[in-house]
């Protein structure tokens, strides 16, 4: 072997097969890690009816009436409602529990958030969620208790042997 | 049935749209294709969403979304022939070591770098849906990446295509393109077979036999049309049409296997005849409206999916800005390094490890990929999108800071070295 070829070997070695020998320890490795549970996706909404005339809340809980699609970034959520409304509730997840929370919405005053707090019960399958949608600064409201059952996601185009 | 005044309208913005901004981007010296990128985000969520909802909502609407998409997808089917079809890895043997180390390496830094990161990624934008090998080695692909048509666009408007670094950078970028391309089938196979009844061997084993067929069956087959150009210096629409029936038929194929229509496309077009008068016809006849309509509605679809929103806080844009550091200092770094070591000038070493560095449109199409197979979340995916223009849009400023002009005219070689992939260069549609 000529010395271009033996400099050649070692840095490959070096450069490229170390590099690899790495790459097999991260994999190894990052299959301890945990990531938070997955819960995005299209929920279908069950909710009791608000009895309460605060027209903040009664706009609020009429987005029960439609599904809740979560978008998930990690711990980082995003809630819509399918029931038109512009602004998505931006929210956490911490363990298992879900804490989100509307902007400002029209029918609100100013001091008034909407507030969605809900814990999910990874067991069932599939997946369900409790919670209660509230409305903040307003002692006449009762919080809304809903619950959601996670749909099944549609069937991915392709690989269909 | 689609909207067909709603459809029209978006082909018509979206065509405006891109020319205007890609003409304006190459007024500062970007390949226009750059600019292309550029108006589908800002058609998108992350611009006309946020100061034009309401226009952005009629134009847009989310029921219109899938024949966009449909479009936008035939396009890529097609761009990914033709991508196929300009590499050339053979011409990395003609470069000698230097190269095969260079883009061995261009490939294993980022993808370990990559890795690593995913170490500190994973838990915070990724869900446990997803497992971290799919993840790291998703993320791996994403960064390790080399867009190149873009390159050759970029290599050709400096008139470095037939330097030393444009030969190099372009064998490099072919065998880079390829390599990624067989990781994310690998990827591709893992996620869906989770989902799937049937055995990953099954499906492992499948592509395999598939791909020997192509490489030792049909490539012999495809010879045949080159020998008909070389006979008539034309092919006619009938053999035209046939080999666009080969192409859908290949896509089908890794589809039914549980790949993707990308990688039938894409290994059809590897396995064509390389001889550049054909390529280069065959090119001419694809690209006109795959580049100039096509390609610009998967810009938009992209950047309707890409919502620069999603990235939100200084604990996420701090995700961001590691991604972007992490993919520039894995490829730009290590190509550098490799080519380096290799006995290449600094400053020479440097402008490959730039134009290596360069993502474009090849890394749009595997994160929409990575999107659609859920191994990445929205706002990693909106992550990666500024990663790929960051790094495609610094190309050319670094490359004229690196590597003048002049400096480059003393590295030129002889003209008969022109590969088939530096056919590429002539079309406007190369730039993508």
Redesign the interface.
Known sequence: MSS??KR?VV??IL??GL??A??AG??K???H????????GTWKVEANASASSDACLKAASSLLASNLVI??????L?LNFNSGA?TPF?GALEGRDINASLGAASECANDQAVTLAASVDPKSDPKSLSGTLSVDNCPSCSPVAFHAVRQPKPA?????? | MPNLFILTLQLAVVLAACRVVGWLFQRIGQPKVVGEMFAGIALGPSLLGWIA?HASAYLFPPSSLGFLNALSQVGVVVFMFLVGLGINPGELKKEG?AAV?TS??SI??P??LA??L??YL?????????H??SF??FM?AAMSITAFPVLARILDERNMLRSRLGTVAIACAAVDDVTGWCILAYIVVLI?SA??A?SIWL?IG?ILVFGLAMIHGVRRLLRGFESVYRKKGAISENLMALMLLLVLASSLFT???????LFGAFLMGAIMPKEAKFVRYVLDRFETITVTLLLPLFFAFTGLRTNIA?V?GPE?WMYCGLIILVATLGKLG?ST??SW??GMPLREAAGLGTLMNTRGLMELVILNIGL??GVI????FSMMVMMALFTTFMTTPVLSLICPREMLERGKIEAERLAPAVSLREGEGAAA
């Open positions: 271009t070829n050649f840095a490959y450069l490229v590099p690899l790495g790459l991260v994999l490795s990052g299959r890690l945990s990531a938070p549970i997955s819960i995005d978008s998930q970034s990690g711990k980082t995003s512009k931006s991915q185009s392709g690989g269909g042997h | 909802p070591h180390l061995h390496v294993t830094a993808f370990v890795a690593f995913s170490l994973y838990p915070r934008l990724s869900d446990d849906r997803v971290f090998t790291a080695l791996g869906r989902h799937s049937h499906t499948g589809e039914y296997l549980g790949i993707h229509l999603a939100k996420m290590g390094l490799a070591l290799s659609d197979i979340s929205p706002a990693l």
